[in-house]
């Protein structure tokens, strides 16, 4: 069975796609109101996008440590590179703003 789910690509979705989730999740609940650009909008206008993004990257933690706990370290992996391409835009639009 950890054949089947101990890939990097798997870590490396999961590791992209849950922080994104939780994004439009953050703004569905307070923000809905708004239309996603203008929620962007908000976000960079406050220099809160970074902020953001940093905290809903703490998702990927618990992902990793269920990775981890069930001996599937090539999806911990993934999940490490998903982190590490997070931490570079992060940089980038710290870099640039």
């Known amino acids: 069975m950890n054949g089947k789910w ?3 690509g798997l870590g490396l979705s999961l590791g ?10 953050y703004w569905q609940l307070n923000y ?5 650009d ?4 908000f976000l960079e ?4 996008h970074t902020k953001l ?3 809903f990257v703490i ?8 990775f981890i706990w069930a001996n599937l370290n090539l999806s911990a992996r993934g999940v490490l590179y998903a982190t590490f391409i997070y931490t570079i835009i992060i940089g980038g639009f710290k870099i640039l703003s």
């Open 6 to 8: 101990d890939r990097i």
């Open 16 to 25: 992209l796609i849950f922080p994104i989730l939780l994004l439009v999740a």
């Open 32 to 36: 809905a109101y708004m239309d996603m």
């Open 38 to 41: 203008k929620f962007m909008g």
């Open 45 to 48: 206008q406050g220099q809160l």
């Open 53 to 55: 993004i940093s905290l």
């Open 59 to 66: 998702i990927n933690l618990a992902i990793f440590f269920v």
